[in-house]
């Protein structure tokens, strides 16, 4: 099996960096025996909430490996193992982030993925704003932008910027970043239900829409 790591972006903001290595994140033995014995296989896509301790808190599945039993394991084994390097905010505070990343199961006997009965869900994630205009330079149909955001604890974007493999020319990302400011609420809460601080990525998307 093997991980694929989640994209960092190098920004003003620290990102939470893995502080062991991955690849001990898990092992054959936590392959479960039921999935095991059914030649079950997959890539997992997770993203994990990650604490100013730099201490995993959450772990949520966003692509489906078609096997309920891979997907639980893979947040069991990754939030016990996994360490990382705290973020830190604009100002140098400490502060949540997200990591993203995925994970393959590779079954000890097969050298490929076994068929199964119903592909697994995409693993294409939908824009987080959708910003609908009239018309876009050079006849584009659509535009779309990749951020870095800070989300401060009443769920409104505090400071943002382009993401480093963002590759949209000026001024779509200032645009975007105005527009997200504006248009954007969404409390995250620990799991002491608290409302928090956090840096996570951020999709905006320029849709022509004909009058």
Request: glycine fraction near 8%; charged fraction near 20%.
């Amino acid at each position: 099996m093997g991980i694929l790591l989640g994209l960092m972006l190098a920004s003003a903001l620290t990102r939470a960096m893995p502080a062991n290595y991955p690849g001990s994140w898990t092992s054959d033995a936590d392959y479960p025996v039921g999935a095991k014995k059914r030649g079950e296989e997959g890539t997992v896509g997770f993203s994990l909430l990650i604490s100013p301790e730099g201490k995993v808190t959450r772990c949520y599945i966003t692509q489906s490996s078609g096997f309920p039993e891979l997907d639980r394991i893979t947040c069991v084994a990754i939030s016990t193992r996994a360490q990382f390097k705290p973020a830190a905010d604009e100002n140098g505070q400490p502060v949540y982030d997200t990591y993203n990343g995925r994970l393959t199961w590779r079954h000890p006997t097969h050298s490929s993925p076994p068929p199964r009965s119903a592909p697994p869900p995409s693993a294409i994630k939908d824009a987080d704003m959708e910003l609908q205009v009239k018309q876009l330079p050079g006849g584009l149909q659509e535009q779309e932008v990749l951020l870095m955001v800070r989300i401060d604890t009443t769920g409104h974007i505090a400071y943002c910027e382009q993401g480093q493999f963002d590759k949209s020319p000026a001024p779509f990302p200032k645009i975007a970043c105005t527009q997200a400011k504006n248009g954007y609420e969404a409390v995250t809460t620990n799991d002491a239900g608290e409302p928090i601080s956090l840096m996570r990525g951020f999709r905006v998307l320029f849709k022509v829409v004909p009058l």
